[in-house]
C-alpha cells in the first residue's frame, strides 16, 4: 500500500444532499469514501421506522442516491466505503444495498458491524443514571431507541477481512475514518498518538463541508457554496495529514476553516472521549502548506476508558406551535399581547377539562425594528409542551382560532392545514462497560474473528490546562473592537449544552479575547438561554479557546421549544461581544 492514505467525507447527517459522492470519486488516488448519518433524532426516528417495517430502520438514502448511482465507478476505482447508514437495521441495509450490486451485476463484498442496539437488553440497565444528570433510567415501555457508540476496531477488522463496504449500526461518528487508517497503515490499539490523529481526521470530515469553507465565520470567502467541495483527508503513516477538497470546486480550505471544524462540539479539547482513545487537541497545529491545503499535526492520544457512551431516545410527552407574524406600529407589543391571550385562554380551558397546566410554555418574537412610531414586521413563535397531545391539540387550535379577535396586523403562510402535536423524543446517556457488548462483525453472511482491544485499567490523568496570561492595560491606549473583527468563532451542541469555538485571528488578540469572554460576560451574553455552569478552555496550539455552556439549550434536540434548540447561532450572537485591548495591536489597521 501506499504511504498516503485518502479519504473523503461524503455526508455529514441524514438528509444532506447526496452530491459529494459523484464528487469526491473524481478525486485522483482516493481509498475512501465515510458517511456519517446518524443524529440522537434520527435514531429515533429509524426506530419508529423499524416498528412499523421489519425492512426499514437504516438511511434509505445512502443505498438509492448515494450508491446505487455510483457502484460502477467505486468497483472500478476500488474504493472502500464506510458508513453509519445502517441505523437501528444495518442487515436489512446490507440487504436492499446488496440488491442493488447484484442488479448492477458487480461483485462488491458488503460487511456488517452489529452490537451497538442496548433495546433488547435495557431492561438489564434500569439502575444506571443519566451520565450528566444523575437522573434515573426512563420506564422502559417509553424508550424508542438504546445504542452505544462502538468504536473502529470492528470496522476495521472487517476491512482486514476483504470488504469493500462497511455498514455499522451507532458508532463514534469519527471512528470510520479512524478505522480506515488503523486497517491500512497496521495502527494498533497501543499507539494512542495515532489513533487520537486519525480521530481528529475523522473529526473534521465527519460534517462533511464544514471543514472546506461551509457554516464558515467569513462565509463570502467560500464563493459559491452551490459548487462547494467536500473535505479530503490526505493521511500519512506518522499521523499527520493534510485536509483538502476536489480541485475546481469552490469553498475554501484554511486554517481558519479547519479550526472552526476542530472546535465543533469537542467540549474539553484535552479530553475528548471516544471508544478507541481518549483525544487531546489542545496542542494541535495547523499551517497553510499551499492554496486549499492544511497540513495538521500534534495531536495527542491516551487509553480510552473502556466504558462506553450509550444514547437512549424516549417518548417524553407532545409539543407544539405556530409561527405567526405581525407588521405595522408596535407590531412585537401586538404579537405578545396575541400571545398571552392564547395561552390565558387555552389555560382556562385545560382547566375545565381536568387537565394539567402545559410543562413548558414558549414566546419567541424575532425581527422588526426598534423604536416607538416605526413600522415593524415580527415573527412570532408560540409553543407548548404536555403529556397529552390533546392539551396540545387544543392549543394549536386556538393558537389560530382567536386570529379575528388579534390587534392588527396579523398574518400567517397557509400551508397543508393546522399542525398536528408531535412526540417529544427526548435523550438520555448512560455509560457501560466496552467488554459488555457482544460485537458481530460479518462478511456477506460469515462471520468475521473480532476481539475488542482492553485499554489499561488505570486512572486517566488529565493535562493541567495552561491559561493566557492576562493582559495588563496600564499605560496602554486602549480600543474596543466586536469579536468578530478579531476571532471566528463556530458553535453546535452537545446534548443540552452549547459549544462555541473561538479562534483568534491573530495569536497577540487571544489573551485579550480571553479576559473579555470571561465566565460572567459570558453568562451576560446569553442571559436569556443559559442556566448552568459554564466552562471555558484554552488550545495554544491554534491560539483558540472552547466555551461550553451547560444546560443552555432547553433540553436540546427535539426536546426542546426553542428556535435554535441546537445553539447554531449562538457563535453569532457572541461575535458581537465588544473586546478591548491595545490600539497598536490590530494587525494592518484592520482585524
Known amino acids: 500500500m501506499e504511504d498516503v492514505l485518502r479519504i473523503g467525507g461524503a455526508c455529514g447527517f441524514w438528509g444532506e444532499s447526496p452530491q459529494a459522492t459523484a464528487q469526491l470519486l473524481g478525486v485522483p488516488g482516493l481509498d475512501a469514501l465515510v458517511y456519517d448519518y446518524l443524529a440522537e433524532i434520527t435514531m429515533s426516528i429509524l426506530a419508529r421506522a423499524r416498528q412499523k417495517d421489519a425492512a426499514l430502520g437504516y438511511a434509505t438514502d445512502f443505498v438509492t442516491q448515494a450508491m446505487a448511482p455510483n457502484l460502477g465507478r467505486i468497483a472500478e476505482a476500488g474504493v472502500k466505503i464506510l458508513s453509519n447508514a445502517g441505523g437501528v437495521n444495518p442487515m436489512a441495509c446490507a440487504a436492499a444495498l446488496r440488491a442493488e450490486i447484484a442488479k448492477a451485476g458487480l461483485a462488491l463484498k458488503v460487511a456488517v458491524v452489529e452490537g451497538d442496539d442496548l433495546l433488547p437488553r435495557i431492561g438489564e440497565y434500569a439502575g444506571c443514571p443519566e451520565m450528566f444528570s444523575g437522573a434515573p433510567m426512563p420506564a422502559a415501555d417509553r424508550i424508542v431507541s438504546a445504542n452505544a457508540y462502538l468504536g473502529a476496531g470492528p470496522v476495521a477488522a472487517a476491512l482486514r477481512a476483504g470488504a469493500d463496504i462497511v455498514i455499522t449500526g451507532r458508532c463514534a461518528d469519527s471512528a470510520l475514518t479512524l478505522a480506515a487508517a488503523m486497517a491500512w497503515f497496521g495502527w494498533g490499539p497501543e499507539e494512542v498518538d495515532l489513533l487520537a490523529a486519525g480521530s481528529l481526521a475523522g473529526h473534521l470530515i465527519e460534517c462533511g463541508p464544514q471543514a472546506s469553507g461551509g457554516n464558515f465565520t467569513d462565509w463570502r470567502q467560500a464563493g459559491d457554496i452551490a459548487r462547494i467541495g467536500y473535505p479530503v483527508v490526505e493521511m500519512t503513516r506518522d499521523g499527520s495529514f493534510t485536509l483538502t477538497k476536489p480541485v475546481g470546486t469552490t469553498g475554501l480550505v484554511t486554517p481558519a476553516t ?80 396575541y400571545a398571552g391571550a392564547v395561552l390565558e385562554r387555552v389555560g382556562g380551558m385545560l382547566g375545565k377539562m381536568g387537565a394539567a397546566d402545559f410543562r413548558e410554555t414558549l414566546v419567541e418574537t424575532f425581527g422588526g425594528r426598534s423604536g416607538e412610531g416605526e413600522y415593524q414586521e415580527i415573527a412570532l413563535k408560540l409553543a407548548v409542551r404536555h403529556d397529552d397531545p390533546r392539551a396540545v391539540g387544543l392549543f394549536l387550535r386556538e393558537a389560530v382560532g382567536m386570529g379575528l379577535a388579534t390587534p392588527p396586523g396579523l398574518h400567517f403562510f397557509t400551508g397543508a392545514g393546522r399542525p398536528k402535536p408531535s412526540p417529544v423524543v427526548a435523550l438520555f446517556s448512560f455509560l457501560v462497560d466496552a467488554a459488555d457488548l457482544g460485537i458481530q462483525v460479518t462478511l456477506e453472511g460469515a462471520p468475521v474473528p473480532f ?102 439549550l432547553g433540553g436540546g434536540g427535539i426536546a426542546s421549544l426553542r428556535n435554535d434548540a441546537q445553539g447554531k447561532g449562538f457563535a453569532q450572537k457572541l461575535l458581537a461581544t465588544p473586546v478591548r485591548l491595545p490600539a497598536g495591536l490590530i494587525v494592518n489597521d484592520v482585524a
Not at 479547519?258 to 496542542?283: H, K, N, W
Not at 495531536?299 to 405595522?328: C, E, I, M, Y
Not at 496550539?541 to 472552547?546: E, K, P
Request: glycine share 8%; net charge negative.
Open 258 to 337: 479547519v479550526g472552526e471544524q476542530m472546535l465543533y462540539e469537542i467540549g474539553d479539547p484535552r479530553a475528548y472521549l471516544l471508544p478507541d482513545v481518549t483525544c487531546d487537541f489542545s496542542g494541535v497545529e495547523l499551517v497553510q502548506d499551499a492554496p486549499d491545503r492544511v497540513r495538521v499535526t500534534g495531536a495527542k492520544g491516551r487509553a480510552p476508558s473502556g466504558r462506553l457512551k450509550v444514547s437512549v431516545t424516549w417518548q417524553d410527552g407532545w409539543r407544539g406551535g405556530h409561527v405567526l407574524f405581525f407588521n405595522g406600529m408596535e407590531a412585537e407589543a401586538k404579537a405578545r399581547a
Open 451 to 552: 476481539t475488542p482491544a482492553r485499554p489499561p485499567v488505570i486512572p486517566d490523568v488529565l493535562p493541567v490546562m495552561p491559561e493566557p496570561a492576562v493582559p495588563d492595560p496600564m499605560d496602554q491606549q486602549m480600543i474596543t473592537r466586536p469579536l468578530l473583527e478579531l476571532a471566528w468563532a463556530r458553535s453546535g451542541d452537545k446534548g443540552d449544552a452549547s459549544n462555541i469555538g473561538v479562534i483568534a485571528r491573530h495569536p497577540a488578540y487571544l489573551p485579550w479575547i480571553w479576559a473579555a469572554l470571561t465566565p460572567e460576560r459570558v453568562a451576560e451574553v446569553f442571559a436569556a438561554e443559559n442556566r448552568g455552569r459554564i466552562d471555558r478552555f484554552f488550545l495554544p496550539g491554534t491560539g483558540a479557546m472552547n466555551i461550553l455552556m451547560h444546560n443552555a
